[in-house]
T-cell receptor
Framework: DAGITQSPRHKVTETGTPVTLRCHQT?????MYWYRQDPGHGLRLIHY???????DKGEVSDGYSVSRSKTEDFLLTLESATSSQTSVYFC?????????????FGEGSWLTVV | GNSVTQMEGPVTLSEEAFLTINCTYT??????LFWYVQYPGEGLQLLLK?????DKGSNKGFEATYRKETTSFHLEKGSVQVSDSAVYFC???????????FGPGTSLSVIP
């Protein structure tokens, strides 16, 4: 199994509060990703990082920000959580891009916004 | 644009039945193709992959062949077990594209 740890694994928070999810990897992979998984939508990319301090938006980035100050850590922040952000969040990593590369997933963080 | 289509299910099979989950893709060039499996309450695990046309990926009794002529990567298993109950995702990664594209997932339930 790829060395990916997500924290917290489960969280309930109130609307309007900030929330930060952490992804930690021990593989020294350059690329890190945050996805959300929702019924009927499958997996959707929120943000990704291609190196320390290098990040870019995915298809559903509104309401989310990310930071990567170290190779091993990729943080996802909901500045002001909304009920529509109730979801399962997956961190993923990959060594490189392109054909032959593989993306590995963490075990997920279940977030409920009430 | 690039996309992945797969049967959404749910698919319900009896133990030892033959499984096929269809996956077709739209992409230019020669993407890599993957099948991921997600067991209840867990993250996605890579099941198998193929990186070029006619490649066959296989793992744990599952197989899928990269068919460029039909742009397909159907997942098959000859005899499913209850422990195979999970959601299966087909995905592609293009050579010059930097994000994995997932299909919507197919839920499989295997009953004894």
């Amino acid at each position: 199994d790829a060395g990916i740890t997500q924290s917290p694994r489960h969280k309930v928070t109130e609307t309007g509060t900030p929330v930060t999810l952490r992804c930690h990897q021990t593989e020294n992979h350059r690329y890190m990703y945050w996805y959300r998984q929702d019924p009927g939508h499958g997996l959707r990319l929120i943000h990704y990082s291609y190196g320390v301090k290098d990040t870019d938006k995915g298809e559903v980035s509104d309401g989310y920000s990310v930071s990567r100050s170290k190779t091993e850590d990729f943080l996802l922040t909901l500045e002001s959580a909304t009920s529509s952000q109730t979801s399962v969040y997956f961190c993923a990593i990959s060594e490189s891009l392109g054909a032959g590369n593989t993306i590995y997933f963490g075990e997920g963080s279940w977030l409920t916004v009430v | 644009g690039n996309s992945v289509t797969q049967m959404e299910g749910p698919v319900t099979l009896s133990e030892e039945a033959f499984l096929t989950i269809n996956c077709t893709y739209t992409a230019t060039g020669y993407p890599s193709l993957f099948w991921y499996v997600q067991y209840p309450g867990e993250g996605l695990q890579l099941l198998l992959k193929a990186t070029k046309a006619d490649d066959k990926g296989s793992n744990k009794g599952f197989e899928a062949t990269y068919r460029k002529e039909t742009t397909s990567f159907h997942l098959e298993k000859g005899s499913v077990q209850v422990s195979d109950s999970a959601v299966y995702f087909c995905a592609l990664l293009k050579t010059s594209y930097d994000k994995v594209i997932f299909g919507p997932g197919t839920s499989l339930s295997v009953i004894p």
